[in-house]
């Protein structure tokens, strides 16, 4: 499967650049993982900006009120607002605090929130880097989150905060085994880690149909899935400290948790990590367990390896780059080839196939996203004990019957 | 399996159960009340309807105020200051001012005021940025003139008196002598 | 080797302290989200157990008790509407019940019925704040939103009765401040339909889920014999078991020709007496207040609303104390009079100050989250706990 880094590096920068601009291969390689890098820092400042609007809203008509409405049009600045007081607030440092866990700490939480983006794919070739391993590589990163909690607790030498520290380290430790589990289901019955074969497997032969549509998702090809998939999403959102499983951060009894003593950017760091977890688990959970960008809407039939980028290179090499031609014309050569192998015939239907699925997965996350922020709005918070309990003892088991069920199931048929 | 295993595991898919169960209920309440229409009031640009007689900021008519200081007496926490010249009808109020960092809004001054001038209306907002604002004066400000001309009409007036109750003294004193005289 | 055995070297002796765990001394409050005001909570640690928690207090202390000693009776009253400033209906017509049995005033019985039918819609809405903010504390910040709108139906009513939304000064000494404007008959009964339409749906969201039932089923157990050794009153007393209701058991005000039922804690989700138990009791107490007030409209008799009472007030030698069913317990007025027109001592009973005791005893070997609840269930209102 063509990936974004391999279409980069095979199409675009790989082959086009080095022979326009005479760069070495290493150079546009790492400025591609660069740019990759901060699109995704973009779309998780996008997705922190738009949920902190969208959950008070939401919020807010739940409770029979209105949100926020007055910064901008149905109040769509507010986040703008939030940012500039977050930014512009004093950075106050706690005397007794340990400095360098301090200011690391933020850090470590952001970069948990952050490394699993590499792996998640937004649609059939809108993925940073396909990787074999890649829902390996995402459940491992997120647990990267643990340890930055866990300094954020000590760190300052609040007792509040301490107290926040331990319960999330118990908490977060604890969901990710059901999570594992539940996502081992999904490995067994699809057969592979990799994420795009996830969603592939889910598009193909189910229900006795070649195409099997909504029906070849993986919650309908077993009872044991759909349990899998209410367990991976309850220990999701215990995972990414949402409420009803709010209790490192529970405002009424302890002030706020391991981040009492943050303020100003060192919070919004925690906060923008909070909101993208959420994201990661919504994905994750769509791809795995909805059919990922297999969805609702239908998407033209593309072949699964052909690459706009070869297309592209394939378009140049017949015009003949190399030679005389001076710069300018060099780029507004490769301008106006790439244009062609965009809008016509197979690029169309790549470029159209691509937009569909990108809907598709983001209908089915935020979806999930809804129904997080209205479980919130719903329900009471858990006792720390009474969460260990409902991992150890109810998810926990279950999640080991679904996956005795899947290896049974896979053995036999 | 024993009976209290049994139980055990009665109870623990009973609680699963419920768990789930109640949970769907309470989502399901949430989500239709996502769907209907918030009952906020868009303050400013909404107002709420004050009913009548709503005690808010007082009102006061100081043709009719006798300055008899009853509402000051009334008033719990001792918030109305009043200044005047003369007493009884004659009074010319100089100041009557109403503290509404101490005022409590339970109209005891109203009810007290026997001539009806002062009265609670329907204005809620009583924001203001000083304590000095606070002090909220009712009666009109009254300049030296006006004082001392005031001053000099009460003299005036009691000098009348003194001398109308003189006069009526003499004339008593001027009619019991005739009686006494015919009685002798 | 060559060590010198001349010298005995004692081994370092293992102190008592050296292997004790650390407990931690945290402080909830004054300042903090669900101390349902100025409450300060010192609580000792282990761990996420609580091994003692002790309320200091005093932080809303107003002197009331020393204000009304040198102001006269009328005066006192709007000073009572805010020792429980969410019950003040309640709180105003106990003090005026004291001063009128003092001296021997005949209250009319349609402002006796008025004050009933205030004092309920204040029972309501003082319930909506408690299990509002109950909830609240709990994590689950929607009810307290949906008990808000019933609650301003309920002030929206009151306002138009009294001219004030939370400190009303209506009831005064000798009968009620002003009569019923047309059309609050009708609006009080379509608010009684409105809570009664939504008191189910608070259960389905809250009283019923299972998160909510096992954060307070079985926490913070109070006995029957706890309850009247430290003296709870109220919905915390009537939590354990306790079927005591002075609306019942010494009525005032016309309470007994009122046909009500007094819910009592029965252990539905766990013990007798826990913090499930004095919530639920104050859920059905809003509802049998709704068939209170709409008996008192129903047979709202006609007459006067206020009798003749001295401009200045000066009652009789003597002493009284006259208690009432406020929402959080009971209320009483011990007042001593020496025959002048201001009172030598007023001694306020608030029920708050009295079930705030039996904190110390309940929170021993609970965890933190426990604690929050049983404050939330014992619902108090630092207003009177400190007067």
């Known amino acids: 499967m063509q990936d974004a880094i391999q279409q980069i590096h095979s199409g675009v920068f790989g082959l086009l650049w080095p022979e326009m601009l005479r760069l070495p291969t290493w150079l546009v390689l790492t400025a591609g993982f660069v740019v990759g890098g901060a699109l995704v820092l973009v779309w998780m400042a996008l997705m922190a900006l738009a949920w902190t609007y969208g959950e008070r809203r939401i919020a807010g008509f739940i409770q029979v009120r209105y949100g926020p409405n007055r910064v901008g049009p149905l109040g769509l600045l507010q986040p703008v607002a939030d940012g500039i007081k977050c930014f512009s607030k004093e950075d106050t440092v706690p005397t007794v605090a340990y400095k360098f866990m301090y200011t690391l700490a933020p850090l470590l939480v952001f970069l948990g929130a952050m490394l699993p983006f590499a792996a998640l794919p937004f649609s059939q070739r809108l993925v940073l880097a396909d990787m074999p391993l890649g829902l390996y590589y995402v459940l491992a990163f997120e647990a990267i989150e643990v340890i930055g909690i866990l300094m954020a607790g000590w760190a300052p030498g609040s007792k509040w905060s301490l107290y926040g520290g331990m319960r999330l380290a118990a908490q977060l430790l604890s969901y990710e085994i059901p999570m594992g589990l539940c996502a081992l289901v999904i490995i067994l019955l699809s057969g592979s880690l990799n994420l795009g074969e996830i969603v592939t497997w889910q598009s193909q032969n189910a229900w006795g149909l070649e195409h099997p549509w909504v029906l070849g998702w993986a919650i309908f090809r077993s009872p044991v899935t759909f349990i899998a998939f209410v367990i991976f999403f309850v220990a999701g959102l215990a995972a990414s400290k949402r409420a009803p499983f709010d209790l490192p951060e529970a405002e009424s009894e302890l002030v706020a948790g391991y981040h009492t003593e943050y303020s100003g950017l060192r919070f919004s760091f925690f906060f923008m990590a909070e909101y993208t977890a959420m994201y990661v688990v919504c994905a994750l959970s769509a791809v795995l367990f909805l059919g990922g960008w297999y969805g609702p809407v239908p998407m033209p039939d593309v072949a699964p390896d052909s690459s706009l980028a070869a297309r592209w290179v394939e378009l140049v090499g017949l015009q003949g780059l190399q030679g005389d031609l001076s710069m300018m014309q060099k780029i507004v050569c490769a301008g106006r080839t790439l244009c062609e192998a965009l809008f016509q015939g197979e690029g169309l239907r790549i470029l159209a196939s691509e937009a569909i699925g990108l809907f598709n997965l983001l209908l089915k996350a935020f979806g999930l996203y809804f129904v997080m922020i209205w479980v919130r709005w719903t329900l009471p918070r858990v006792r720390i004990d009474q969460v260990m309990y409902l991992c150890l003892k109810v998810l926990l088991p279950f999640s080991l019957v679904c996956l005795i069920w899947a290896l049974i199931q896979v053995a036999l048929f | ?184 | 080797m060559g060590c010198a055995m001349s010298e005995t070297v004692s081994p370092t002796p293992i102190r008592q302290d050296s292997l004790r765990t650390e407990e931690m001394l945290i402080n909830m409050g004054p300042q903090h989200p669900s101390t349902h005001g100025v409450l300060r909570l010192v609580v000792r640690t282990d761990g996420e157990m609580v091994r003692e928690a002790w309320p200091h207090l005093g932080y809303l202390h107003r002197c009331f008790e020393k204000v009304a000693e040198s102001v006269t009776y009328a005066q006192v009253v709007p000073y009572t509407d805010r020792l429980d400033y969410l019950a003040s209906m309640n709180n105003a017509q106990a003090f005026c019940l004291g001063v009128e049995k003092l001296g021997r005033i005949e209250v009319p019985e349609r402002a006796s019925a008025l004050r009933v039918m205030v004092a309920e819609l204040n029972r309501i809405a003082s319930h909506l704040v408690a299990f509002g903010s109950f909830a609240m504390d709990l994590g689950a910040v929607t009810p307290f939103l949906y008990a808000f709108r019933e609650r301003e139906l309920i002030i929206s009513i009151l306002e138009k009765i009294s001219g004030g939304r939370l400190l009303y000064h209506y009831p005064r000494i000798g009968g009620v401040a002003r009569d019923l404007t047309p059309g609050l008959d009708q609006e009080i009964r379509d608010f009684l339909k409105q809570m009664r339409r939504v008191w189910p749906e608070y259960n389905a969201l809250l009283s019923e889920n299972q998160i909510f039932v096992k954060r307070t089923a079985n926490v913070g157990t109070v006995t029957r014999e706890q309850a009247i050794a430290w003296g709870l009153t109220g919905p915390c007393l009537r939590g354990s078991g306790v079927k005591f209701d002075l609306r019942k058991a010494q009525p005032y005000s016309g309470y007994e020709k009122y046909d009500f039922e007094i819910p009592v804690g029965e252990g539905a989700k766990g013990t007798v007496g826990d913090c499930w138990d004095r919530y639920w009791v104050r859920m059905v107490e809003m509802m049998e207040s709704c068939r209170i007030i709409e008996q008192a409209l129903d047979g709202l008799p006609e007459g006067p609303i206020q009798s003749k009472v001295a401009k200045v007030l000066r009652l009789p030698l003597g002493e009284v104390y006259v208690p009432c069913e406020n929402p959080r317990g009971e209320l009483g007025f011990f007042i001593v009079s020496d025959g002048k027109t201001q009172a030598l001592r007023i001694k306020a009973r608030g029920p708050s100050f009295n079930n705030l005791s039996i904190t110390h005893t309940v929170c021993q070997d609970v965890l933190i989250a426990d604690v929050v609840a049983i404050l939330g269930s014992i619902d108090i209102v630092l207003g009177e706990v400190d007067r």
Request: net charge positive.
């Open chain 2, 1 to 184: 399996m024993s009976a209290r295993t049994r139980n055990a595991f009665a109870e623990y898919f009973a609680n699963l159960w419920a768990g789930i169960v109640t949970t769907c209920v309470g989502m399901r309440l949430t989500l239709r009340y996502f769907f209907s229409k918030p009952i906020t009031m868009l303050y400013p640009e909404e107002r709420p309807e004050v009913p009548a007689g709503f005690r808010g900021l007082h009102a006061y008519e100081e043709s009719k105020c006798i300055a008899c200081k009853m509402c000051v007496a009334a008033c719990p926490v001792d918030c109305i200051a009043i200044e005047m010249v003369g007493r009884g009808k004659d009074a010319l109020v100089t100041r009557y001012e109403i503290d509404y960092s101490r005022c409590l809004f339970c109209g005891l001054c109203v009810a007290a005021c026997p001539t009806q001038c002062l009265w609670m209306t329907e204005v809620y907002d009583l924001s203001c940025t000083s304590r000095q604002a606070c002090r909220r004066s009712f009666a009109r400000a009254k300049t030296q003139d006006e004082i001392a001309a005031h001053e000099r009409l009460m003299e005036q007036k009691e000098a009348e008196k003194k001398a109308q109750a003189a006069e009526a003294a003499r004339k008593k004193a001027a009619e019991a002598k005739p009686q006494a005289d015919k009685t002798e």
